[in-house]
Structure formats: structure tokens, C-alpha cells
T-cell receptor, first 113, second 109 residues
Framework: DGGITQSPKYLFRKEGQNVTLSCEQN?????MYWYRQDPGQGLRLIYY???????QKGDIAEGYSVSREKKESFPLTVTSAQKNPTAFYLC????????????FGPGTRLTVL | RKEVEQDPGPFNVPEGATVAFNCTYS??????FFWYRQDCRKEPKLLMS???SGNEDGRFTAQLNRASQYISLLIRDSKLSDSATYLC??????????FGQGTELSVKP
């Protein structure tokens, strides 16, 4: 079955540690996205990538970094510079130019202690 | 002003009730509009797109008023399984989606 996987589902880290969240898709989509969701709020775009080896900052990129070395993979690193990293992180993908048809992964809930 | 604003929730309704959610958006050049459903602690899933002519999918009806920059979702004959958070989503151009904060619906027996 085609889809998007994110791992792990729950992640705990100590303050000051960098952590990398995994996102893999086998939908053959060119575009991939990372969002953050806080309680009672909508999704906010962190980074997006329209094609391999290229990515752009979203609305809240500070304290995060990404890479896009393979079409299938778009890992997100939450660095120690991110002031409030505890949140629900969602990865999505779409065909190129079809930002309106995004498919979401199940999400990773990150808690920084 | 937020780019996309929704009715604050939660909405608590009995089974069989009709419930309406409202949403406004600030960018008049926005191209496309959607309602997503998000179950607790899960990913959002597309419920339906919203067209200028209005569209219906079973018990769900979506309306768009471009002049007023307003989107609505009507759910008729509510079921327990409709309990979720409903997200209003706008594509304002520029390769990204803008999500509202969501309106929580709880349908009680």
C-alpha cells in the first residue's frame, strides 16, 4: 500500500538535545512538507520541498532544519535553538504543483522534558 | 488578523442535530478551499473541497462566498462518529496551505 510513514509515533528528549524526525513516502510524490500543530491551533508550515535537493522555509522555520537527498525521504531536525519544541509534527506529500492535494502521515508527538 | 479564522468551539450537539461551522479568510486572491477532519491525536484527512457553486456529499454541505470571504460546512443528522475537529483550509497561492485553528465537534447520544 502506498502511503506516508513517520517514526516514531511518540518521542521524548531532554532539553538541549537535537532530534531528527523521520518521514518517508512511497507515493512517488515530488513535494513534501513539514507542519507543526500545537493544542487548539491549526497546522503551521515549517519547511517544504518541491523537488529533491531543494527546500524552502515555511512560516516557522527558526530552530529547525531539513534535508531532501532522496525523493522518498524528508527528515526534520529539531535543534536546541527551537525555544518551544514540544508539539505534534506532521509530514505531508503531494504531486508537484498540487499543494491542494496533500496526504498526511500519522504524525510524531515530540515531548521535550 | 489571522489568515484563516474559524468559529471557536467546542460544539456539543445531540445525535441527529444539524450543526454549522463558519470560517473566514483574509486573502481575497485565495484560489481553493477545503474542509479537513482531524480525529483526536491523528493526522488531518480531507473531508471535502469547497466550490463557489456549493457542494454536497451525503450529510455534508459546503458553501463558499467569495465576496464575503466566508466558507461554511453544514452537517445534517449528526452521528456519534462525526465527533472530531474540523479544519478550514485555504490555498492563498504561493505553494502552501493555510489552516484554521479548527472547531471541535462532540456529538452526544
Amino acid at each position: 500500500d502506498g502511503g506516508i510513514t513517520q517514526s516514531p509515533k511518540y518521542l521524548f528528549r531532554k532539553e538541549g538535545q537535537n532530534v531528527t524526525l523521520s518521514c518517508e513516502q512511497n507515493l512517488n510524490h515530488d513535494a513534501m512538507y513539514w507542519y507543526r500543530q500545537d493544542p487548539g491551533q491549526g497546522l503551521r508550515l515549517i519547511y517544504y520541498s518541491q523537488i529533491v535537493n531543494d527546500f524552502q522555509k515555511g512560516d516557522i522555520a527558526e530552530g529547525y532544519s531539513v534535508s531532501r537527498e532522496k525523493k522518498e525521504s524528508f527528515p526534520l531536525t529539531v535543534t536546541s535553538a527551537q525555544k518551544n519544541p514540544t508539539a505534534f509534527y506532521l509530514c505531508a506529500s503531494s504531486r508537484r504543483g498540487r499543494v491542494d492535494e496533500q496526504f498526511f502521515g500519522p504524525g510524531t508527538r515530540l515531548t521535550v522534558l | 488578523r489571522k489568515e484563516v479564522e474559524q468559529d471557536p468551539g467546542p460544539f456539543n450537539v445531540p445525535e441527529g442535530a444539524t450543526v454549522a461551522f463558519n470560517c473566514t479568510y483574509s486573502n481575497s486572491a485565495s484560489q481553493s478551499f477545503f474542509w479537513y477532519r482531524q480525529d483526536c491525536r491523528k493526522e488531518p484527512k480531507l473531508l471535502m473541497s469547497v466550490y463557489s457553486s456549493g457542494n454536497e456529499d451525503g450529510r455534508f454541505t459546503a458553501q463558499l462566498n467569495r465576496a464575503s470571504q466566508y466558507i461554511s460546512l453544514l452537517i445534517r443528522d449528526s452521528k456519534l462518529s462525526d465527533s472530531a475537529t474540523y479544519l478550514c483550509v485555504v490555498n492563498p497561492r504561493g505553494g502552501k496551505l493555510i489552516f484554521g485553528q479548527g472547531t471541535e465537534l462532540s456529538v452526544k447520544p
